[in-house]
């Protein structure tokens, strides 16, 4: 067993002058954060590019992914504080004011049960709060310039762009505060945000409450990766005394599918682990696949996690049905037309070998499923087909 | 890209009804749930046994659902498929199945047979006719079906029922009072099919016997006689009695008028005598497509030059948009409804009020002689359509205290509002969204000249992306010319073909960008004929379709197919090139019977075939074009 490199998360920290590079996988569990970028690197080094890697899957894996307890320890105490704040060194000289949304959001970020999203709409909650503006349209700039640094500290993030959206266009757009003073307009809003906030928490459940329907006795369960909302989902199901079991791909690069199989063993569900090609193998077995989204796209499509888009092809052809469980702030306003028609986010991966220089190495972290993959959404709005997507994105935004 | 649904399955609806004969039978369940007759959809299950049956408000007269009983003496008759299925009036066959019924109805208790049984067979009846009428396709099996089943019955319990029937009727005449139009109606139509039945059963019933085979003319016979326009007739004097229904009214003034249908010979001879301009129609038309308008061009325009001065109800800058309409000299439709809202802002610029007139009224008169006008020129297009009901609208809204230069006024600054919003600053805001689906190394296909397309390749150009363009042209007008001409002024490198090389070169192509003359609401993309070719040979080679669309052309009717609204354009432009006299070869023959020249000018595209519609309010979908039409329709009447 070899132990996923932290490099990409150190990495980071050793700045932009240093060209990213990755620890050969060594045997060795505690690759030195400090090391240099010797030899070796020339002829391991992956050509992926240094600054595109997604601080979303960053977070995502420190979240979820399987690291060793230890090592993480050490690897903490080399850098001295969380990994998380990567991003902050760049991005926090633009929010140079006492109060930063960057901290804020950074802290509430390091809640493992905390959606990006509602860290971000934490965050935004604490804008209005400690702003010192007088005038409505102060509060709105303010506001639109901490959720645009917000937004720029992260572009890959889908959920974190249509988060802070959402939120403006749910704060911003009452036609109650025009004829307020200030003051109580400003608390109201504050209360909408934080109502906001609680909407958002509460999602999770009422898709866990909604899809319980589809779970029957006896059924088999795909599932990929690790998402928390399927988690929830799958959790509930168990307690509710419903039979059935769940099989695991193992999900690399971050591996976040032994994970969640580790979770559901703890909730005596049986799980068997698969590794990522074994989807097909499997699938006959299968009665219904459950994934995540980091986005639902306009067209009613998902941009998820590396893999999902071929689960989702498997299951269509042989006829399963493909659930996604995705809270409603996971709404964006886009629409790829294909795989290449996205922000690129890469995440390193480590094949355990050397890979020698010359070899290109396909880092992107996300895929696109169309639409016509998936056959229902459960969102917090309700259970959708994928048609229905672009249906409510167009209510919210237009 | 790929379609947003499943292929669609060719299983026609009116063969799966003929499919609960084959269903697995269920005794336990007696009710109407798994009855075929209450598989019509719209038949709502009556609540009181033998009640007379009630049908909705449906295309299918006969949708009557069973009185629960009746449905579990029937039962049997969907049990065995076998029976259903027999070789043609086969004498075992059906002497089996009435022993069946008859076994069956001896079960039942005599008690009950005598209260039921008259609803049982009248309802039998009725499912029986309208098996008959609704599945006249499916051939011989439910000719046989229909044959043979009535014969069994009438063997056991002939006379009885007749007589049985006289007693509903009578029944149901006391009823009346209490029942609605549409369930007397239904009656009224199982009451003639039954009388069929019997007719039929009575000429029928020794040739059954004698085991020869069920002859499709007496399924005829069976069939409900009446066609459809007696129904019509039927019903709407129906609706006259029942003069206390204003709320129906107002739905009947909603629906629009039906299209002009050409090939119906009286109106078109009326709507001759009331035309401005004589016009000859073209002779030889393409059967499927007579219900369209065709004239010969060439008389058209001789009339039209010639009938200046006599037409006097037809603004100046009116009549000029028209000829330009009939010379082909303004296409694209952007570009036709804009030259005739600035017509119309012409021709309202100069318009006064007649004494003893209010101005609302006769200028929404005069603006209606001034379309038919320019429909005599050429039938307008879906985005025209729009435009002028927005106008009416506006006219009709004006305020009756605005003095009439205040009013023309405001109308002339509506239309100009019109064309900037819903036109040119929509195009913007389509360009600024595609834009963003061209990237570096693209190569882009588009079809025809489609103006917002064109705009984007070149604000794409002007931002400095590297792209190439392949134009796809087709005969006889073959505007992709005027399209490449800009565009390789402009520096873009490029590529010509016509469309029959589509499918060689969409291998090497990223993105395909269409025009659209209309969206339909089911996301059905009515355009340039041959958009449908190259967007079904993009989606097969999994290339993203595109299409840009400002809303105002989104329309909220439904079409499947091309055939059933189109234009057709001169027929002589197919037939003829100009400057090739060596292969001229129709040249003799277009006058010959059997010679039929099909010019279609507009197809429609199924929403499979389409990725996205980039429209004014976003990127979406073509599943979200009823959204858009829904929601902002009253935005677009009232700006």
């Given at each position: 067993m070899w132990w996923r490199s932290p490099s990409f998360i150190l990495d980071k920290q050793q700045s932009d002058t240093v060209p990213h590079q990755r620890n050969p996988p060594d045997t060795l569990p505690l690759p030195l954060p400090s090391q240099p970028p010797f030899s070796m690197a020339d002829t391991l080094q992956n050509p992926s590019p240094e600054n595109n890697i997604s601080a979303y899957y960053q977070t995502r894996a420190a979240h979820h992914a399987v690291v060793t307890g230890d090592w993480l320890a050490q690897a903490q105490a080399a850098i001295g504080r969380d990994p998380d704040d990567s991003t902050d060194t760049t991005v926090a000289t633009v929010a140079g004011k006492p109060f930063s949304v960057i901290d804020e959001f950074n802290s509430w970020r390091k809640?493992?049960?905390?959606?990006?999203?509602?860290?971000?709409?934490?965050?935004?909650?604490?804008?209005?709060?400690?702003?010192?503006?007088?005038?409505?349209?102060?509060?709105?700039?303010?506001?639109?310039?901490?959720?645009?640094?917000?937004?720029?500290?992260?572009?890959?993030?889908?959920?974190?762009?249509?988060?802070?959206?959402?939120?403006?266009?749910?704060?911003?757009?009452?036609?109650?505060?025009?004829?307020?003073?200030?003051?109580?307009?400003?608390?109201?809003?504050?209360?909408?945000?934080?109502?906001?906030?609680?909407?958002?928490?509460?999602?999770?459940?009422?898709?866990?409450?909604?899809?319980?329907?589809?779970?029957?006795?006896?059924?088999?369960?795909?599932?990929?990766?690790?998402?928390?909302?399927?988690?929830?989902?799958?959790?509930?199901?168990?307690?509710?005394?419903?039979?059935?079991?769940?099989?695991?791909?193992?999900?690399?690069?971050?591996?976040?599918?032994?994970?969640?199989?580790?979770?559901?063993?703890?909730?005596?569900?049986?799980?068997?682990?698969?590794?990522?090609?074994?989807?097909?193998?499997?699938?006959?077995?299968?009665?219904?696949?459950?994934?995540?989204?980091?986005?639902?796209?306009?067209?009613?499509?998902?941009i998820n996690m590396m893999g999902t888009f071929q689960i989702a092809l498997v299951a269509h052809s042989m006829n399963k049905p493909v659930y996604v469980a995705a809270e409603s702030y996971k709404f964006a306003r886009l629409y790829p037309l294909d795989q290449k028609d996205m922000v690129p986010a890469l995440c390193p991966i480590d094949f355990g070998v050397p890979i020698p220089s010359k070899v290109e190495v396909e880092t992107s972290a996300r895929d696109y499923t169309p639409p016509q993959y998936l056959t229902l959404l459960f969102t917090d709005l309700g259970v959708l087909t994928p048609s229905v997507v672009s249906d409510e994105l167009i209510q919210l935004y237009l | 890209m790929d379609p947003r649904r499943a292929p669609r399955t060719v299983s026609d609806p009116k063969v799966r009804k003929v499919g609960f004969f084959t269903d697995p039978p269920d005794r336990s369940l007696p009710g109407p749930p798994d009855h075929p007759i209450s598989s019509f959809p719209t038949s709502p299950p009556s609540t009181i046994d033998n009640s007379p049956p009630s049908a909705g408000n449906s295309l299918s007269p006969v949708m009557i659902p069973p009185p629960r009983h009746s449905s579990s003496i029937l039962s049997p008759l969907r049990r065995d498929p076998a029976e259903f299925f027999p070789l043609p009036a086969s004498p075992t066959a059906s002497t089996s199945f009435s022993d069946d019924v008859a076994s069956t109805m001896k079960g039942r208790g005599v008690a009950a047979a005598s209260s039921s049984l008259p609803g049982g067979l009248f309802f039998y009846i009725a499912a029986i006719k309208s098996a008959a009428s609704s599945v006249p396709a499916s051939g011989l099996t439910t000719v046989s079906v229909v044959n043979n089943l009535p014969i069994g019955i009438f063997e056991k319990g002939g006379g009885v029922a007749v007589e049985m029937q006289d007693d509903q009727s009578s029944r149901s005449k006391s009823l009346k009072e209490k029942t609605t139009k549409a369930e007397r109606r239904a009656l009224q139509e199982a009451q003639r099919a039954a009388k069929a039945t019997a007719k039929a059963e009575d000429g029928k019933t020794p040739a059954a016997a004698s085991?020869?085979?069920?002859?499709?003319?007496?399924?005829?016979?069976?069939?409900?006689?009446?066609?459809?326009?007696?129904?019509?007739?039927?019903?709407?004097?129906l609706e006259k009695k029942a003069g206390d229904r204003p709320p129906e009214k107002d739905r009947k003034k909603e629906v629009p008028q039906p299209r002009m249908q050409f090939d119906d010979k009286s109106r078109v001879e009326k709507a001759k005598r009331r035309a401005v301009v004589k016009?000859?129609?073209?002779?030889?038309?393409?059967?499927?497509?007579?219900?369209?308008?065709?004239?010969?061009?060439?008389?058209?325009?001789?009339?039209?030059?010639?009938?200046?001065?006599?037409?006097?109800?037809?603004?100046?800058?009116?009549?000029?948009?028209?000829?330009?309409?009939?010379?082909?000299?303004?296409?694209?439709?952007?570009?036709?409804?804009?030259?005739?809202?600035?017509?119309?802002?012409?021709?309202?610029?100069?318009?006064?009020?007649?004494?003893?007139?209010?101005?609302?009224?006769?200028?929404?008169?005069?603006?209606?002689?001034?379309?038919?006008?320019?429909?005599?020129?050429r039938p307008l297009s879906i985005s025209m359509g729009n435009a002028i009901r927005f106008l009416k609208n506006r006219i009709a809204k004006l305020p009756l205290t605005l003095s009439e230069l205040e009013a023309k006024a405001t109308l002339r600054s509506d239309i100009d509002r019109f064309i900037n919003e819903k036109i040119i600053l929509a195009d913007k805001v389509i360009v600024k969204h595609a834009v963003t689906k061209i990237s570096d190394g693209d190569v882009l296909l588009t079809y025809g000249s489609p103006s917002a397309v064109e705009m984007v390749l070149l604000h794409a150009h002007e931002l400095g992306k590297q792209f190439r363009v392949v134009v796809v042209d087709s005969r006889p007008k073959l505007e992709g010319q005027l399209l490449l001409h800009r565009l390789v002024g402009k520096g873009i490198n490029c590529t010509y073909t016509h469309v029959n090389a589509i499918s060689?070169?969409?291998?090497?192509?990223?993105?395909?960008?269409?025009?659209?003359?209309?969206?339909?609401?089911?996301?059905?993309?009515?355009?340039?004929?041959?958009?449908?070719?190259?967007?079904?040979?993009?989606?097969?080679?999994?290339?993203?379709?595109?299409?840009?669309?400002?809303?105002?052309?989104?329309?909220?009717?439904?079409?499947?197919?091309?055939?059933?609204?189109?234009?057709?354009?001169?027929?002589?432009?197919?037939?003829?090139?100009h400057g090739r006299e060596d292969i001229n070869f129709l040249d003799g023959s277009t006058n010959s019977e059997n010679l039929q020249l099909l010019n279609l000018i507009y197809d429609a595209t199924p929403s499979d075939y389409i990725s996205m519609i980039i429209t004014d309010y976003g990127m979406v979908p073509p599943t979200s074009v009823p959204v858009i039409v829904r929601d902002y329709r009253r935005e677009h009447l009232w700006i």
């Amino acid at each position: 067993m070899w132990w996923r490199s932290p490099s990409f998360i150190l990495d980071k920290q050793q700045s932009d002058t240093v060209p990213h590079q990755r620890n050969p996988p060594d045997t060795l569990p505690l690759p030195l954060p400090s090391q240099p970028p010797f030899s070796m690197a020339d002829t391991l080094q992956n050509p992926s590019p240094e600054n595109n890697i997604s601080a979303y899957y960053q977070t995502r894996a420190a979240h979820h992914a399987v690291v060793t307890g230890d090592w993480l320890a050490q690897a903490q105490a080399a850098i001295g504080r969380d990994p998380d704040d990567s991003t902050d060194t760049t991005v926090a000289t633009v929010a140079g004011k006492p109060f930063s949304v960057i901290d804020e959001f950074n802290s509430w970020r390091k809640q493992p049960e905390l959606a990006e999203a509602v860290a971000a709409i934490r965050a935004l909650a604490a804008v209005i709060r400690n702003c010192q503006a007088t005038t409505m349209m102060e509060l709105e700039i303010e506001l639109k310039k901490a959720s645009d640094s917000l937004k720029s500290g992260d572009t890959t993030s889908i959920s974190l762009t249509a988060g802070c959206d959402l939120f403006m266009r749910y704060v911003t757009r009452t036609s109650a505060l025009e004829y307020e003073d200030f003051d109580s307009a400003k608390s109201r809003l504050i209360e909408r945000a934080e109502k906001f906030g609680e909407i958002s928490c509460k999602a999770r459940r009422i898709i866990a409450m909604l899809s319980q329907d589809f779970i029957f006795d006896g059924c088999t369960i795909l599932v990929h990766g690790f998402s928390r909302v399927v988690f929830e989902v799958l959790k509930t199901a168990a307690q509710s005394k419903k039979l059935f079991r769940v099989f695991c791909t193992e999900g690399r690069p971050d591996r976040s599918g032994l994970r969640l199989s580790n979770e559901l063993a703890k909730l005596d569900v049986p799980v068997k682990l698969l590794i990522d090609s074994a989807v097909a193998y499997t699938m006959d077995e299968v009665d219904m696949v459950f994934v995540g989204a980091d986005g639902v796209v306009e067209s009613g499509g998902i941009i998820n996690m590396m893999g999902t888009f071929q689960i989702a092809l498997v299951a269509h052809s042989m006829n399963k049905p493909v659930y996604v469980a995705a809270e409603s702030y996971k709404f964006a306003r886009l629409y790829p037309l294909d795989q290449k028609d996205m922000v690129p986010a890469l995440c390193p991966i480590d094949f355990g070998v050397p890979i020698p220089s010359k070899v290109e190495v396909e880092t992107s972290a996300r895929d696109y499923t169309p639409p016509q993959y998936l056959t229902l959404l459960f969102t917090d709005l309700g259970v959708l087909t994928p048609s229905v997507v672009s249906d409510e994105l167009i209510q919210l935004y237009l | 890209m790929d379609p947003r649904r499943a292929p669609r399955t060719v299983s026609d609806p009116k063969v799966r009804k003929v499919g609960f004969f084959t269903d697995p039978p269920d005794r336990s369940l007696p009710g109407p749930p798994d009855h075929p007759i209450s598989s019509f959809p719209t038949s709502p299950p009556s609540t009181i046994d033998n009640s007379p049956p009630s049908a909705g408000n449906s295309l299918s007269p006969v949708m009557i659902p069973p009185p629960r009983h009746s449905s579990s003496i029937l039962s049997p008759l969907r049990r065995d498929p076998a029976e259903f299925f027999p070789l043609p009036a086969s004498p075992t066959a059906s002497t089996s199945f009435s022993d069946d019924v008859a076994s069956t109805m001896k079960g039942r208790g005599v008690a009950a047979a005598s209260s039921s049984l008259p609803g049982g067979l009248f309802f039998y009846i009725a499912a029986i006719k309208s098996a008959a009428s609704s599945v006249p396709a499916s051939g011989l099996t439910t000719v046989s079906v229909v044959n043979n089943l009535p014969i069994g019955i009438f063997e056991k319990g002939g006379g009885v029922a007749v007589e049985m029937q006289d007693d509903q009727s009578s029944r149901s005449k006391s009823l009346k009072e209490k029942t609605t139009k549409a369930e007397r109606r239904a009656l009224q139509e199982a009451q003639r099919a039954a009388k069929a039945t019997a007719k039929a059963e009575d000429g029928k019933t020794p040739a059954a016997a004698s085991g020869g085979a069920a002859s499709v003319k007496s399924g005829k016979s069976v069939k409900p006689p009446p066609s459809q326009k007696n129904d019509s007739a039927a019903l709407a004097a129906l609706e006259k009695k029942a003069g206390d229904r204003p709320p129906e009214k107002d739905r009947k003034k909603e629906v629009p008028q039906p299209r002009m249908q050409f090939d119906d010979k009286s109106r078109v001879e009326k709507a001759k005598r009331r035309a401005v301009v004589k016009q000859t129609e073209a002779r030889n038309r393409v059967e499927l497509f007579r219900h369209l308008p065709q004239y010969e061009r060439g008389t058209q325009r001789t009339e039209l030059r010639s009938k200046f001065f006599e037409l006097d109800p037809v603004h100046p800058a009116v009549y000029k948009v028209g000829l330009q309409y009939l010379y082909g000299d303004i296409c694209g439709s952007n570009a036709r409804c804009i030259a005739m809202l600035q017509a119309f802002q012409e021709a309202i610029k100069d318009y006064s009020t007649p004494s003893k007139k209010t101005l609302a009224r006769d200028l929404t008169a005069k603006i209606g002689s001034y379309l038919s006008f320019l429909i005599e020129c050429r039938p307008l297009s879906i985005s025209m359509g729009n435009a002028i009901r927005f106008l009416k609208n506006r006219i009709a809204k004006l305020p009756l205290t605005l003095s009439e230069l205040e009013a023309k006024a405001t109308l002339r600054s509506d239309i100009d509002r019109f064309i900037n919003e819903k036109i040119i600053l929509a195009d913007k805001v389509i360009v600024k969204h595609a834009v963003t689906k061209i990237s570096d190394g693209d190569v882009l296909l588009t079809y025809g000249s489609p103006s917002a397309v064109e705009m984007v390749l070149l604000h794409a150009h002007e931002l400095g992306k590297q792209f190439r363009v392949v134009v796809v042209d087709s005969r006889p007008k073959l505007e992709g010319q005027l399209l490449l001409h800009r565009l390789v002024g402009k520096g873009i490198n490029c590529t010509y073909t016509h469309v029959n090389a589509i499918s060689y070169i969409m291998h090497e192509v990223t993105r395909v960008f269409l025009g659209a003359s209309s969206v339909l609401s089911n996301g059905t993309v009515y355009s340039k004929v041959g958009t449908a070719c190259v967007a079904m040979v993009a989606h097969a080679f999994r290339v993203p379709v595109l299409v840009c669309c400002e809303a105002y052309k989104f329309h909220e009717r439904v079409q499947l197919d091309s055939l059933c609204s189109n234009e057709l354009g001169d027929p002589d432009v197919i037939s003829k090139i100009h400057g090739r006299e060596d292969i001229n070869f129709l040249d003799g023959s277009t006058n010959s019977e059997n010679l039929q020249l099909l010019n279609l000018i507009y197809d429609a595209t199924p929403s499979d075939y389409i990725s996205m519609i980039i429209t004014d309010y976003g990127m979406v979908p073509p599943t979200s074009v009823p959204v858009i039409v829904r929601d902002y329709r009253r935005e677009h009447l009232w700006i």
